[in-house]
């Protein structure tokens, strides 16, 4: 594991945006627990810590942890659920409002990737009841894999086993951006009153990638952009949600998705309206 040595210069003001290397000591005493949990897997090649904590913009109130762990092949079914109950506890052990995102893939799956991989086992909040009911099969596929593969390999941090460059390819364009795809389609399906802020700067992000950002956008950095970019008349509406999302207040979890803002349902509406017309592909 990725032990660093303690650190004397870090700035430990509530709210700040974390990186790995100066992670808050229980966050990082937590993390290491569910690596011990996925070393632990028959096979285990890799666990890799991708997205916000992994890009310097992790945000305590707001932010997910977000991980990816490859095995040399598919695991047995009661592997894969002993796996799922260890990490779920791990999840209802953690000392932030957001979760545990957390996929296990097979190296079989990745050579090559296709537009939805196969995961061995995923765990998240929304599955979460489901593991501890098992009324769900871990094992499935997901769209959304080839942008997390890129951002793992990107800006992916290894905290055991091997390299991300070893264990993760190289993403096609194509797949990447059909996944970045999917998921605004999702985001905008659903409206973005029913997710704010984490729907806005998702829109700010393929917004970016749209207009030749060649590489993996974090959200705060693509609102940075959208403020100087897009059309004035959204601006204030992205100014909300970065400001929202840098926010330090402590949320309740019931209130996370909106951060107890009240937002202008028009501004949402016309928001929404642009980036179907401007982002997604006509039929």
Not at 33 to 44: A, D, I, K, M
Not at 116 to 127: D, F, T
Not at 226 to 241: D, Q, T, W, Y
Request: proline residues 7%; hydrophobic residues 40%; contains cysteine.
């Amino acid at each position: 594991m990725d032990d660093l040595p303690p650190r004397t210069d870090v700035d430990h003001t509530p709210g700040r945006a974390q990186h790995w290397s100066d992670v808050d000591a229980d966050l990082g005493a937590w993390i290491r627990s569910v690596v011990e949990v996925t070393t632990r897997l028959p096979g285990h090649r890799s666990t890799i810590l991708h997205g916000s904590l992994s890009t310097g913009t992790f945000v305590r109130p707001k932010s997910d942890v977000d991980v990816l762990v490859i095995v040399e092949e598919r695991l047995a079914d009661d592997v894969c659920w002993w796996a799922s109950t260890e990490l779920v506890a791990a999840h209802d052990r953690r000392p932030i409002i957001g979760g545990l995102e957390l996929s296990v893939m097979a190296s079989t799956d990745l050579d090559p990737v296709v537009a939805a991989p196969r995961y061995e086992l995923h765990v998240g909040e929304s599955c979460a009841d489901e593991i501890r009911s098992r009324t769900a099969r871990p094992t499935g596929t997901d769209p959304d894999l080839p942008a997390h593969l890129h951002h793992a390999r990107h800006d992916g941090v290894a905290l055991a086993g091997d390299s991300v460059s070893e264990v993760i390819p190289p993403m096609p364009t194509r797949l990447f951006l059909d996944a970045v795809e999917s998921d605004l389609r999702w985001i905008l399906e659903h409206g973005l009153a029913a997710s704010p802020y984490y729907g806005i700067l998702n829109i700010c992000r393929v917004a970016q990638l749209r207009r030749g950002a060649s590489d993996a956008p974090t959200k705060a950095g693509a609102a940075t952009w959208a403020l100087e970019a897009l059309p004035v008349v959204h601006r204030p509406l992205i100014a909300e949600a970065l400001e929202c999302y840098r926010s330090a207040a402590e949320i309740d979890p019931d209130r996370r998705r909106h951060h107890g803002h009240r937002w202008d349902l028009e501004a949402l509406d016309r928001f929404a309206r642009w980036a179907t017309d401007e982002l997604l592909p006509s039929d």
